[in-house]
């Protein structure tokens, strides 16, 4: 350990492998945070498996009537705690079924086999958050067993192709209450260390979900929490938040068959990585150093302090849990068809709807397809994802149908919805700070808005100021004809061309640079041709065709190219 303390008490910048590493090869494990150089190498397997615990936002907890809040009440300690909760003698657990709903939908969209009778056990520890003396969980016959997650390079934008992690099971469990610890000083001066006792999270509701052991690099075990994450918010069972601990994630990690060591107590994605990082660079150290036969003979728990994975308990000191079935639970028993009512209710699943997306006839980009399928936590947004993707879908539909009603022989441009709504149209949502469902302009005006863009008789620029003012006053039901004529932006097509010619004489005159426009002329700066062009527009306020300005230039210029 001594050994260890040696390598690793310097911190990350120092965290250098053994001299008889050869240079320039597992110097490369060297991580720092500046540079992040992290490597893994052929010879040295990483093989994770993740356990992660999800709060369910159910209406009250898992076993009592109390409210299931332990967010909103962080500065009310102890305000939403039953007799239960703090467990009082002669309480008993009733089974919340909308926990049981929620794991359903869970187990369901991880395609896991439902078990039709599962069991609550008893997990025995002692500690001044836990008053029950253990926790209540699903030991012997969980939820549910066999559920897959299937990475696909395409959209998860891991390196395979496709790549299966299978999840071994899904427990229910309860949460435990939280300790806070405080020092004060005592009448004497004395300081006094104090734990102070928080039951608002007691008996909260939790699926713990384990996977089996097979990631094998960073990039899969990023996508897959990200990929969990929107899920559990897309099924509307979770926050899914890792900040506040609505989703926490244990990873345990091994290499060439070495014991795993589980790392925990990792509150976010970047302390998530660095942990594994880091936990990865020294246990390939210890290899290197001849030192694993006894310091990674077995297994041990590791915490993360920011800088490097520490220490909390090894194998030696296990708990031994003593887990007994709960008398008080009977066993769960579900109807054999109940996977089929199930499917009528669970929605469309992001993978499902990103597909649908990225084809015909909406050919979305990948990176356009997940803003309409991800998931935040609705928190401070001016839209919830699936208010935005049924907008989008409605829109579309709209002006794609107004487009063949017309019988319009221009080639309809699908591009315009996604360019549209996603850019110009969510950024005039957070510029104006309007939500979604208090905007007025409907979707069948944004369909009827594309059109007059499709059909140029509004050019683009026009259209985001007439868009803007649509939203920044929240018009109902605008007349656009009426407006682009009030405040003529309707496009000039038909230019005087005397007036066209003075007008980039003006800019010819302006622009004042006689080397641009000779090497306009021989055709060895063709691309400054484009730049008056983009004065004229400027000028023009995009009312005038670029092809008009650019046929007029080459004209004024004697341009023969
Ligand atoms: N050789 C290994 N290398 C890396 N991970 C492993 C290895 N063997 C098992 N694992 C992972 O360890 C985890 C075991 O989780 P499980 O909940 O079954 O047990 P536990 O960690 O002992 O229990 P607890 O829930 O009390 O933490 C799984 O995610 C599994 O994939
Ligand atoms: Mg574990
Ligand atoms: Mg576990």
């Not at 395979?160 to 806070?180: A, V």
């Not at 899920?231 to 990873?251: C, P």
């Not at 019988?407 to 510029?431: A, E, M, Q, R, S």
């Not at 007349?479 to 932006?489: E, G």
């Amino acid at each position: 350990m001594l050994r260890f303390q040696r390598f690793y008490a310097s911190g990350w910048s120092k965290t250098a492998i053994s001299a008889k590493t050869s240079a320039n090869t597992y110097n490369d494990l060297i991580v720092t945070k500046s540079h992040n150089k992290f490597k893994l190498f052929p010879k040295y397997k990483l093989k994770c498996g993740l356990e992660i615990h999800t709060q369910l936002n159910t209406d009250k907890k898992l076993f009592s009537l109390s409210t299931n809040d332990p967010f909103q009440s962080i500065n009310k300690p102890n305000n939403h705690v039953s007799y239960f909760d703090s467990a009082l003698p002669g309480t008993q657990p009733v089974l919340n079924t909308q926990v049981i709903l929620y794991a359903l939908k869970l187990a369901y969209a991880l395609k896991s086999d439902i078990n039709h009778e599962s069991t609550f056990d008893r997990k025995h520890y002692f500690y001044g958050d836990q008053p029950l003396g253990y926790q209540i969980t699903q030991h012997y016959s969980p939820f549910a067993k066999n559920g897959c997650m299937v990475l696909r390079r395409t959209i998860d934008g891991i390196n395979e192709e496709e790549h299966k992690i299978n999840i071994i099971q899904l427990q229910i469990e309860q949460d435990t209450g939280k300790s806070n610890y405080l020092e004060q000083q005592s009448y004497n001066d004395d300081i006094q260390s104090l734990s102070l006792i928080d039951l608002n999270r007691s008996n909260v509701p939790l699926i713990e979900m384990v996977t089996a052991p097979e990631f094998t690099d960073l990039k899969q075990i990023r996508s897959f929490i990200k990929k969990y994450q929107n899920l559990i918010r897309h099924l509307k069972i979770s926050t899914g938040d890792l900040e506040t601990g609505a989703m926490r994630v244990d990873v345990n990690i091994s290499i060439n068959n070495y014991p795993r060591i589980e790392l925990k107590n990792l509150p976010n994605t970047s302390s998530i990585i660095n942990a594994i990082q880091y936990e990865y660079s020294r246990q390939v150290n210890i290899i290197e150093n001849g030192d694993a036969f006894t310091e990674l003979a077995s297994s041990e728990t590791r915490g993360w302090n920011g800088m490097q994975t520490v220490k909390l308990r090894s194998k030696e000191t296990i708990i031994d849990y003593r887990y007994l079935p709960d008398s008080e639970l009977p066993v769960l028993r579900l109807d054999p068809l109940i996977m089929d009512d199930l499917s009528k209710i669970i929605p469309e699943l992001p993978d499902e709807i990103l597909e649908k997306l990225m084809n015909e006839p909406y050919n979305l980009a990948l990176k356009d397809a997940k803003i309409l399928t991800t998931n935040s936590n609705g928190h401070d947004e001016m839209y919830t994802h699936e208010q935005l993707l049924t907008y989008y879908l409605a829109t579309f539909d709209k002006y794609r149908e107004m487009l063949l009603q017309k019988n319009n022989k221009k080639k309809v441009d699908y591009k315009l919805p996604t360019n549209w709504i996603l850019h110009d149209f969510l950024g005039n949502l957070n510029k104006l700070q309007l939500k979604l469902e208090d905007c007025n302009f409907t979707s069948t005006k944004f369909a009827e808005f594309l059109t007059l863009i499709h059909n140029e008789s509004l050019s683009k620029k026009s259209g985001k100021l007439l868009l803007f003012y649509c939203m920044e006053n929240n018009l109902k039901d605008p007349n656009f004809q009426k407006l682009i004529k009030d405040f003529d932006l309707s496009p000039i097509s038909e230019i005087d061309e005397a007036e066209l010619d003075s007008l980039c004489k003006t800019i010819l005159s302006e622009v004042d640079d006689a080397e641009l426009v000779k090497n306009i002329v021989s055709g060895k700066r063709k691309n400054g041709l484009k730049f008056l062009v983009g004065q004229g527009m400027r000028l023009s306020q995009g009312r005038i065709k670029p092809q008009l300005f650019e046929n007029t230039f080459k004209r004024i210029l004697n341009v023969k190219w």
